[in-house]
């Protein structure tokens, strides 16, 4: 298949054939804006719609530089890419809007008018796609403009559309029938826990260097400075495989036990 047509209706996203001048409606991939591209963002579906276009073969290179975009949309003090993924700061709101022109202006595209059962005529536009990029950024740019909210799951960190802004976990499976919200918060307590116990211990090792190097020779003074640096920097990667589950808890509440090594 060389081209399809993406047409966009309130929250739903309808793909369709169009090879014979008429929309042929692909019913299986339909799907609320967006859901279709956090799945393949995500490497979650196998019926994408994407499948079917060309430039699918680069897929895996797709993925990261949407996902990407995606994630630098979410973060904080971060406003706005323009259509070549260059930061734009503090962007001015009118350039908001014409973005939106510039972007319609930029594809080709069908206005197709429904008849509806109930009410009369609707509407509608199809965006016509011939290549798997342009269907990723007609989707991407769809669910920007819809408003619609999307998060990175605080857990497996993969995108998500939460219920409402205080929603953190995804609903995704993770392990033993649990999922992102049954484990998210534990998973954080216990990154908490971890996080406070190497506080701690930095402090402890701190205040013993003090008191050992007090009316000592320089030279001692800079082998307990250089000992207490070597130890902060193991106790960082230390606590970066505890975090990630790499080691247990226990090994590294052992780890920070040990004592500095001068
Ligand atoms: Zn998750």
Redesign the pocket.
């Known amino acids: 298949m060389s081209e399809l047509l993406f047409i966009y209706s309130g929250n739903t996203t309808f793909y369709a054939e169009d090879e014979s001048g008429r929309p042929m409606y692909l019913l299986d991939y339909c799907a609320d804006t967006g859901i279709q591209l956090i799945r393949f963002l995500e490497n979650e579906s196998q019926t994408s719609p994407y499948s079917l276009l060309p430039g699918y073969e680069k897929a895996e290179e797709f993925r990261e530089y949407f996902k990407d975009f995606l994630v630098g949309l979410l973060c904080t003090g971060i406003s706005f890419y323009d259509l070549e993924g260059n930061k734009e700061e503090n962007p001015h709101p009118i350039e908001l809007l014409e973005f939106d022109e510039r972007f319609k202006k930029a594809y080709n595209v069908r206005h197709l008018i429904l008849h509806k059962k109930d009410s009369g005529f609707e509407i509608q536009m199809g965006y016509v796609i011939t290549n798997i990029w342009d269907a990723l950024f007609v989707e991407l740019i769809k669910l920007v403009e819809n408003g619609k909210l999307f998060k990175q ?6 995108i ?1 559309f939460p219920k409402d802004r205080a929603e953190k ?4 499976w ?1 392990e033993n029938n649990k ?3 049954d484990v ?1 918060y534990l998973y954080k307590v216990e990154k908490d826990k971890l996080l406070k116990a190497y506080n701690t211990a930095y402090k402890t090792k701190h205040a013993e260097k003090q008191r050992k190097i007090r009316g000592k020779s320089q030279s001692t003074i800079n082998g307990y400075t250089t000992a207490l640096d070597k130890w902060r920097e193991t106790a960082r990667l230390e606590l970066q495989k505890a975090q990630k589950g790499e080691i247990t808890a226990d090994e590294f509440m052992a780890f920070l036990k040990k004592k500095m090594e001068v």
Do not use: A, N, Q
């Open positions: 799951c605080e857990h497996c960190k993969r998500f976990y995804c609903d995704r993770v999922t992102c919200k998210g």
